[in-house]
T-cell receptor, first 115, second 110 residues
């Protein structure tokens, strides 16, 4: 258990509204990530952060922004939600695992439906 | 070209069977390799790392073939509880970016 929580766990919203998803971690990990997962596409990186106020884009960043004002919180904002952003969103951290390799640990996910 | 490619399956096998999944990667400089398991409507969870010499964890064996750029996962004596989607993951030499395959679906049938 990497101590990662996500909120909300489920959300239904309407097209055009802003939405913010929160990822919270308790173990002071430097790297945090936001992914979306859709059938046929697998996990796709939206944005990631390598420290407070340090973020970078992933492969599907259009329509999303992020903020990290504290080590423990990484926020994902859909500026104006569209139906194509209906998805399951996972937050992750990277950490040294057994055997010394850095690997990823995921939060429980947020199911977002945009009507 | 995708960084990581997997056969999506589905693989439907009877209990007790042996099943193998392969995953190919495009970047020959990739450094670390993993298999994750994802149950329906849950988050992916690390199953095992894949080491150059191959490694085993109980009924699970992972292999890496750098020359052909693929990793494999072998599950022996399949259990109903092995039913899940298996994701292969590759990292480049930076170590903090991770590339996921789309996953291979396994159903173990009684």
């Amino acid at each position: 258990d990497a101590g990662i929580t996500q909120s909300p766990r489920h959300k239904v919203t309407e097209t055009g509204t802003p939405v913010t998803l929160r990822c919270h971690q308790t173990e002071n990990h430097r790297y945090m990530y936001w992914y979306r997962q859709d059938p046929g596409h697998g996990l796709r990186l939206i944005h990631y952060s390598y420290g407070v106020k340090d973020t970078d884009k992933g492969e599907v960043s259009d329509g999303y922004s992020v903020s990290r004002s504290k080590t423990e919180d990484f926020l994902l904002t859909l500026e104006s939600a569209t139906s194509s952003q209906t998805s399951v969103y996972f937050c992750a951290i990277s950490a040294q695992g057994a055997g010394g390799l850095r690997t990823q640990y995921f939060g429980p996910g947020t199911r977002l439906t945009v009507l | 070209r995708k960084e990581v490619e997997q056969d999506p399956g589905p693989f439907n096998v009877p209990e007790g069977a042996t099943v193998a999944f392969n995953c190919t990667y495009s970047n020959s400089a990739s450094q670390s390799f993993f298999w994750y398991r994802q149950d329906c409507r849950k988050e992916p969870k690390l199953l095992m790392s894949v080491y150059s010499s191959g490694n085993e964890d109980g009924r699970f064996t992972a292999q890496l073939n750098r020359a052909s750029q693929y990793i494999s996962l072998l599950i022996r004596d399949s259990k109903l509880s092995d039913s899940a989607t298996y994701l292969c993951v590759v990292t480049p030499n930076t170590g903090n970016q991770f590339y996921f395959g789309t996953g291979t679906s396994l159903t173990v049938i009684p």
